[in-house]
């Protein structure tokens, strides 16, 4: 279940939007709890996922806790996709899955987010539309394999970046192209003067 709380926001203001997303996993219906964030940095936004591993570790003593993480993100790599943060050592962006946004710690490699415990992932991106509807999942590894995929649903997935659509002007670009093309025009009726 999703709770999604939109933040006002003026040119250049901070947090844009805060999503809350859980997922249940065996008896536990908050097994995993996922927090997105958007916070415009000027210029670019900051995407930025808290997950809180309250009891996700399907095998105890084989698996490696929530060590998969993957937003399914439609569009392809794009430029402007940078600045990955994962919560620690080990972990690998973008290894498996061939979709433009995942990180992954095989068992082989160390722990991921145990139960009990939380870990932050980000990126960056230039200003884009904020999409809800973008799959994905998260999983565990045994083995050096992926094992217990959970997907998020189509109405439960965590907040992500349109990288369909072109990136969205900051207002200091819209203004500098308003004033290019009212300079362009004045110099058009000035000639047609002369």
């Known amino acids: 279940m999703a709770a999604l709380f939109a ?4 040119a250049l203001a901070g947090t844009i939007a805060v999503q809350v997303n859980s997922y249940a996993f ?3 219906p908050t097994a995993v709890v996922i927090t997105s964030r958007v916070d415009d940095m000027g210029g670019f936004y900051l995407w930025e ?12 003593g084989f698996s490696n806790g929530f060590s998969g993480f993957e937003l399914a993100l439609p569009g392809g790599f794009v430029a402007d996709l940078g600045n990955f943060v994962s919560p620690s050592a080990g972990w690998v962006n973008n290894c498996c899955s061939g979709l433009p946004m995942e990180w992954d710690i095989r068992n082989s490699a160390g722990l991921g987010v145990m139960p009990g ?5 980000s990126f960056t991106t230039l200003p884009r539309g904020i999409q809800t509807a973008n799959a994905g999942w998260f999983h565990s590894w045994i083995n050096d394999g992926q094992v217990t995929v959970v997907n998020y649903g189509a109405n439960n997935a965590p907040l992500a970046p349109d990288l369909v659509r072109t990136p969205i002007p900051e207002p200091a670009t819209l203004l500098l192209f308003g004033t290019g093309l009212a300079v362009a025009g004045m ?6 003067r002369v």
């Open 7 to 10: 933040v006002p926001t003026s």
């Open 26 to 28: 065996g008896l536990d």
């Open 49 to 60: 996922y808290t997950v809180q591993n309250n009891s996700y570790d399907p095998s105890p």
């Open 117 to 121: 415990n939380s870990g932050v992932f």
């Open 187 to 192: 110099r058009r009726r000035l000639k047609s």
